[in-house]
């Protein structure tokens, strides 16, 4: 296991150095992009509200293609994050690596984002109003140092296998750990794709595993899917079980307006010794909703709703009205 990462990195510098030979037509070039999450919202939970306005995301990169095969991106990530009760504002080096991709064979190396979290923005859409569930429950990290790679194996499937360090962008030091994560993206027949995902980390005794299964249909109608995602053993740590369903729909309106909804439930297990779940702070059910609206390109707005019904008996049920923007360029 301890090669593996090792092999990979000598197979992409053979790769990029194999494929350096580039015809004369093609130009060098690159180009910066960034985008924006704002909003301004209203909480109500336990008989009071607050409100507020946010800025929760916004990022700032450069891509550079090196030739038609090879290219490179960097991006500086800022976000907020909840520290000793606080929300404050943190900045981070979110991506930086060198890729290699023939539309048959890639492979990427360095600080690279999860593949499985990128399908399942792109099936569920909507990011500027909420994660996915796998992300935001905190089963697999956003991005992380290491090697992925891609076979298109023909038009209907996609395999992918990743090495990395296991513990996210914002944790680099070394402790001689890995996560393997392995994927596929099949679309059998038009406007259906079906998403599979696995990944283990740690030692045999107690081993991280990780599984969800998503199936989607994304017509010109509408788009709709359902997902089953799961834990065992998080944080490397014997029973510590959870899991949860997602549930998702989009119906366009008119041509720039849009209604979408989603429901997710996370529950986790009772863990020997103790007499209640071991995540029950965040078990329960997850509700979103709302209309998007487009009125120029590569910018949306979107009146919403969100609320959180808790599993356990005393914690509040939490309800949030909302104004979300997402611009990008």
Aim: proline share 4%; glycine share 10%.
């Amino acid at each position: 296991m301890n090669l593996l990462p090792v092999a990979l990195s000598i197979l992409m510098l053979t790769t990029v150095s194999a494929a350096a030979q580039e015809s004369d037509d093609f130009k060098p070039s690159g180009k910066f992009f960034g985008l924006l999450f704002s909003n301004y919202h209203t909480s109500f939970t336990g008989g009071e509200n607050n409100s507020a306005f946010e800025v929760t995301r916004s990022y700032f990169g450069y891509d550079y293609s090196f030739s038609k095969e090879i290219s490179s991106r960097i991006m500086y990530d800022g976000t907020t994050e909840v520290i000793n009760g606080k929300t404050i504002y943190s900045g981070y080096l979110r991506n930086a690596y060198l890729q290699y991709d023939n539309r048959k064979f890639m492979i990427r190396g360095g600080l690279i984002g999860a593949e499985q979290i990128s399908m399942m923005d792109k099936i569920w859409g909507y990011r500027f109003i909420t994660k996915p569930p796998i992300d935001y429950s905190g089963m697999i990290q956003v991005a992380d140092l290491g090697v992925m790679t891609k076979i298109y194996a023909g038009e209907l499937l996609e395999l992918d296998l990743s090495i990395t360090n296991g513990r996210g962008f914002k944790d680099i030091a070394a402790n001689g750990t890995y996560r393997l994560s392995a994927g596929f993206t099949l679309t059998p027949v038009d406007n259906i794709l079906v998403r599979g995902f696995y990944d283990m980390m740690g030692p045999s005794g107690s081993m991280q595993r990780t599984a969800s299964i998503t199936a989607a249909w994304m017509g010109p109608k509408f788009n709709a899917g359902a997902e089953y995602f799961r834990q065992d053993n998080a944080s490397m740590t014997d029973g510590r079980d959870y899991s949860g369903i997602s549930l998702f729909a989009k119906i366009p309106l008119a041509e720039k307006v849009s209604l979408f909804a989603r429901y997710d439930h996370i529950s986790s297990v009772i863990m020997d010794g103790d007499e209640d779940p071991w995540n029950q702070n965040r078990d329960g059910s997850y509700i979103f909703a709302g209309i998007d609206f487009s009125p120029v390109r590569n910018v949306r707005i979107s009146p919403n709703f969100t609320g959180y019904l808790p599993t356990a008996g005393g914690n509040d049920n939490v309800s949030t009205i909302g104004l979300n923007i997402e611009a990008k360029f």
